[in-house]
């Protein structure tokens, strides 16, 4: 398995602008997750899904941020419309354990978003 | 507010020493995870471990969850353990999951 996948690597946009970010968990996982690190804040859970309904969204921060999963091999995260301060990686994880006891959480590479 | 609290914040060794990495939390929780997000910022899971001890080569982890805290120690240190170490607890009462501020390890060759 090629492991979660996100993209894209890398995002600069203009503030105002809107934001997509895109993962695809690990096959056979029912749980994803969408954290968010930062210098200030360090690693924070924004969302999670267990078979493709998301469970707990209170650490999205407001409601610019919006995450879909349309089915289980995809989700994305939203942002609209993007400020300087969403400037951060965006992490996407997956796992196949049950909640809460949700085993080991495989990490995507990551997406690093500037916002200018 | 709930506290997830990791010592040292920064460790600095020679390669081949041993250390050891701690993680206090201030409530109940049912599960435990160390991570380890290397220089090219991708974060590997090292342990699950709500309670007990395990090892995996040179790494090894303790969790002791009446008493709240978690140790992650690492034998004859190599460059490639440099990086971040975070734990991540999930509280008993609501299912959060708060990560700790990580402690940053440089492995000197």
């Known amino acids: 398995d090629a492991g979660v996948i996100q993209s894209p690597r890398h995002e600069v946009t203009e503030m105002g602008q809107e934001v997509t970010l895109r993962c695809k968990p690990i096959?056979?996982?029912?749980?994803l997750f969408w954290y968010r690190q930062t210098m200030m804040r360090g690693l924070e859970l924004l969302i999670y899904f267990n078979n493709n309904v998301p469970i707990d969204d209170s650490g999205m921060p407001e409601d610019r941020f919006s995450a879909k999963m349309p089915n289980a091999s995809f989700s994305t995260l939203k942002i609209q419309p993007s400020e300087p301060r969403d400037s951060a990686v965006y992490f996407c994880?997956?796992?196949?354990?049950?909640?809460?006891?949700?085993?080991?959480?495989?990490f995507g590479p990551g997406t690093r978003l500037t916002v200018l | 507010g709930i506290q997830v609290e990791q010592s040292p914040p920064d460790l600095i060794l020679q390669e081949g020493a041993n250390s050891t990495l701690r993680c206090n939390f201030s409530d109940s929780v049912n599960n435990l995870q160390w991570f380890h997000q290397n220089p090219w910022g991708q974060l590997i899971n090292l342990f699950y471990?709500?309670?007990g001890t395990k090892q995996n080569g040179r790494l090894s982890a303790t969790t002791v969850a009446t008493e709240r805290y978690s140790l992650l120690y690492i034998s004859s240190s190599q460059t490639t353990d440099s990086g971040v170490y975070f734990c991540?607890?999930?509280?008993?009462?609501?299912?959060?999951?708060?990560f700790g501020k990580g402690t940053r390890l440089h492995i000197l060759p």
């Open positions: 096959s056979g996982h029912d749980y």
């Open positions: 994880a997956s796992s196949d354990g049950s909640y809460p006891s949700y085993n080991e959480q495989f």
């Open positions: 471990i709500p309670s």
């Open positions: 991540a607890v999930v509280l008993n009462r609501d299912d959060k999951i708060i």
